[in-house]
Nanobody, 120 residues
Framework: EVRLVESGGGLVQSGGSLTLLCAAS????????MTWVRQVPGRGLEWVSV????????YYTDSVKGRFTISRDNAKNTLYLQMNSLKTEDTGVYFC?????????????WGPGTQVTVSS
Protein backbone atom coordinates (compact mmCIF):
# COMPACT_ATOMS: atom_id res chain seq x y z
CA GLU A 1 0.00 0.00 0.00
CA VAL A 2 1.38 3.39 -1.00
CA ARG A 3 1.64 5.73 1.96
CA LEU A 4 2.77 9.35 2.11
CA VAL A 5 2.73 11.14 5.43
CA GLU A 6 3.62 14.81 5.72
CA SER A 7 4.82 16.49 8.90
CA GLY A 8 6.46 19.71 9.98
CA GLY A 9 3.67 22.15 9.30
CA GLY A 10 2.52 24.69 11.84
CA LEU A 11 2.10 28.34 12.67
CA VAL A 12 5.00 30.68 11.99
CA GLN A 13 5.44 34.42 11.75
CA SER A 14 6.17 36.12 8.46
CA GLY A 15 9.87 35.87 7.73
CA GLY A 16 10.22 32.64 9.63
CA SER A 17 11.15 29.15 8.51
CA LEU A 18 9.68 25.68 8.49
CA THR A 19 10.87 22.34 7.19
CA LEU A 20 8.31 19.90 5.86
CA LEU A 21 8.99 16.19 5.73
CA CYS A 22 7.22 13.45 3.83
CA ALA A 23 7.73 9.83 4.85
CA ALA A 24 7.06 7.50 1.93
CA SER A 25 6.40 3.77 1.98
CA UNK A 26 4.84 1.05 -0.12
CA UNK A 27 6.61 1.89 -3.37
CA UNK A 28 10.09 2.33 -4.82
CA UNK A 29 10.58 5.92 -3.68
CA UNK A 30 13.90 6.32 -5.48
CA UNK A 31 12.24 5.63 -8.83
CA UNK A 32 9.66 8.39 -8.59
CA UNK A 33 9.77 12.08 -9.29
CA MET A 34 8.17 13.88 -6.34
CA THR A 35 6.22 17.12 -6.09
CA TRP A 36 5.12 19.37 -3.24
CA VAL A 37 1.71 20.82 -4.02
CA ARG A 38 -0.15 23.35 -1.92
CA GLN A 39 -3.78 24.31 -1.65
CA VAL A 40 -4.10 27.98 -0.95
CA PRO A 41 -7.39 29.58 0.12
CA GLY A 42 -8.87 31.41 -2.86
CA ARG A 43 -6.22 30.16 -5.26
CA GLY A 44 -6.79 26.42 -5.38
CA LEU A 45 -4.02 23.93 -6.02
CA GLU A 46 -0.58 24.99 -7.16
CA TRP A 47 2.61 23.04 -7.57
CA VAL A 48 5.39 24.36 -5.39
CA SER A 49 8.46 22.30 -6.19
CA VAL A 50 9.50 19.19 -8.07
CA UNK A 51 12.51 16.95 -7.58
CA UNK A 52 13.50 14.33 -10.10
CA UNK A 53 14.42 10.77 -9.16
CA UNK A 54 18.13 11.29 -8.67
CA UNK A 55 17.67 14.51 -6.75
CA UNK A 56 19.94 16.48 -9.04
CA UNK A 57 17.18 18.27 -10.94
CA UNK A 58 14.70 20.51 -9.19
CA TYR A 59 12.03 22.99 -10.21
CA TYR A 60 10.30 25.75 -8.27
CA THR A 61 7.27 27.85 -8.96
CA ASP A 62 8.27 31.48 -9.38
CA SER A 63 6.80 32.69 -6.10
CA VAL A 64 9.06 30.46 -3.98
CA LYS A 65 12.32 30.60 -5.93
CA GLY A 66 15.20 31.57 -3.71
CA ARG A 67 13.20 30.89 -0.54
CA PHE A 68 12.29 27.18 -0.69
CA THR A 69 14.56 24.19 -1.18
CA ILE A 70 13.36 20.71 -2.05
CA SER A 71 15.48 17.66 -1.33
CA ARG A 72 15.18 13.94 -0.89
CA ASP A 73 16.93 11.13 0.91
CA ASN A 74 16.32 7.99 -1.13
CA ALA A 75 17.94 5.82 1.53
CA LYS A 76 15.39 7.04 4.07
CA ASN A 77 12.44 7.27 1.67
CA THR A 78 11.94 10.85 2.76
CA LEU A 79 11.14 14.05 0.91
CA TYR A 80 11.87 17.49 2.37
CA LEU A 81 10.86 21.08 1.76
CA GLN A 82 12.90 23.73 3.53
CA MET A 83 10.90 26.96 3.56
CA ASN A 84 12.61 30.21 4.49
CA SER A 85 11.48 33.84 4.49
CA LEU A 86 7.89 32.69 4.69
CA LYS A 87 5.16 35.08 3.61
CA THR A 88 1.49 35.19 4.49
CA GLU A 89 0.67 34.10 0.94
CA ASP A 90 2.49 30.82 1.61
CA THR A 91 -0.32 29.84 3.96
CA GLY A 92 -2.06 26.66 2.86
CA VAL A 93 -2.17 22.90 3.05
CA TYR A 94 0.98 21.32 1.67
CA PHE A 95 0.76 17.91 0.03
CA CYS A 96 3.51 15.46 -0.77
CA UNK A 97 2.80 13.74 -4.06
CA UNK A 98 4.40 11.25 -6.38
CA UNK A 99 5.29 12.15 -9.98
CA UNK A 100 5.95 15.48 -11.65
CA UNK A 101 2.74 17.45 -11.28
CA UNK A 102 3.72 20.68 -12.98
CA UNK A 103 1.09 20.25 -15.70
CA UNK A 104 -1.71 18.23 -14.14
CA UNK A 105 -2.88 17.27 -10.66
CA UNK A 106 -4.93 14.37 -11.94
CA UNK A 107 -2.35 11.70 -11.26
CA UNK A 108 -0.01 10.28 -8.67
CA UNK A 109 -0.42 9.41 -5.03
CA TRP A 110 -1.06 12.12 -2.45
CA GLY A 111 -0.53 12.40 1.26
CA PRO A 112 -3.22 13.86 3.54
CA GLY A 113 -1.38 17.19 3.74
CA THR A 114 0.02 19.37 6.48
CA GLN A 115 -1.20 22.86 7.33
CA VAL A 116 1.20 25.79 7.11
CA THR A 117 -0.02 29.09 8.49
CA VAL A 118 2.08 32.23 8.20
CA SER A 119 0.95 35.14 10.31
CA SER A 120 1.77 38.77 9.65
Amino acid sequence: EVRLVESGGGLVQSGGSLTLLCAASGFEFANYDMTWVRQVPGRGLEWVSVIKTGGGTTYYTDSVKGRFTISRDNAKNTLYLQMNSLKTEDTGVYFCTTEDLRWTFDRGYWGPGTQVTVSS
